[in-house]
């Protein structure tokens, strides 16, 4: 059983344009963080969200975790064919684990 | 600085041999350890983890093993891989619960 769910699983768009990818469960996170890798690399972290509500800015990535802390999304500004890659959101359930379970994944393209 | 280095970066074995992957972590002391597979592409599924030396947590049943012979060492082995160990391999380290992971460069093993 999946519990983090992305979507869409692949995004191709064209440079300059707005997206956002989300990231749901049935479950509730104690805190969330989003990756970005690049083919053949490990993943990057880009952010941590622990709070309900909370809204994180990095540059031209905006990432808000839902307040029931069940789901997450992050929304990318004039996308750039530097932002190419595939994004994965990853979620701590509960207290006294440090196992993070990591969600199917959001491939994006954008075009120059 | 932390540093965790993964090695080697790609690796072809035939069916029936056995594995080892080691992955060491610099600059920080008594981490969280993380063996991750990557099936093309998409989400990652934990295989181990531990929160110290020769402190094992196997998430999912399979033909691998791991092991810590030191604090800042992370050893994957099996006695004899099967074409579906095939995949890509990252080793991973966090130093707490909500601080997230830093990956390896990950390993590509194809079993043939």
């Known amino acids: 059983t999946q519990l983090l769910e992305q979507s869409p699983q692949f995004l191709s768009i064209q440079e300059g344009e707005n997206l956002t990818v989300y990231c749901n469960s049935s479950?509730?996170?104690?805190?969330l963080q989003w990756y970005r890798q690049e083919p053949g690399e490990g993943p990057v972290l880009l952010v941590t969200?622990?709070?309900?509500?909370e809204v994180k800015k990095l540059k031209r990535l905006t990432f808000q975790f839902g307040d029931a802390r069940k789901d997450s999304s992050l929304h990318i500004t004039a996308a750039q064919p530097g932002d190419t890659g595939l994004y994965l959101c990853a979620g701590l359930r509960s207290s006294g684990t440090y196992k993070y379970i990591f969600g199917t994944g959001t491939r994006l393209k954008v075009l120059a | 600085s932390q540093t965790i280095h993964q090695w080697p970066a790609t690796l072809v074995q035939p069916v029936g041999s056995p594995l080892s992957l080691e992955c060491t972590v610099e600059g920080t002391s008594n981490p969280n350890l993380y063996w991750y597979r990557q099936a093309a592409g998409r989400g990652l599924q934990l295989l181990f983890y531990s929160v110290g030396i020769g402190q094992i947590s196997s998430e999912v049943p399979q033909n691998l093993s791991a092991s810590r012979p030191q604090d800042r060492q992370f050893i994957l082995s099996s006695k004899k891989l099967l074409l579906s160990d095939s995949g890509f391999y990252l080793c991973?380290?966090?130093?707490?619960?909500?601080?997230?992971?830093?990956f390896g460069s990950g390993t590509r093993l194809t079993v043939v």
């Open positions: 991973a380290w966090s130093v707490a619960r909500d601080y997230g992971y830093t």
């Open positions: 969200v622990v709070t309900g509500g």
């Open positions: 479950s509730v996170f104690s805190s």
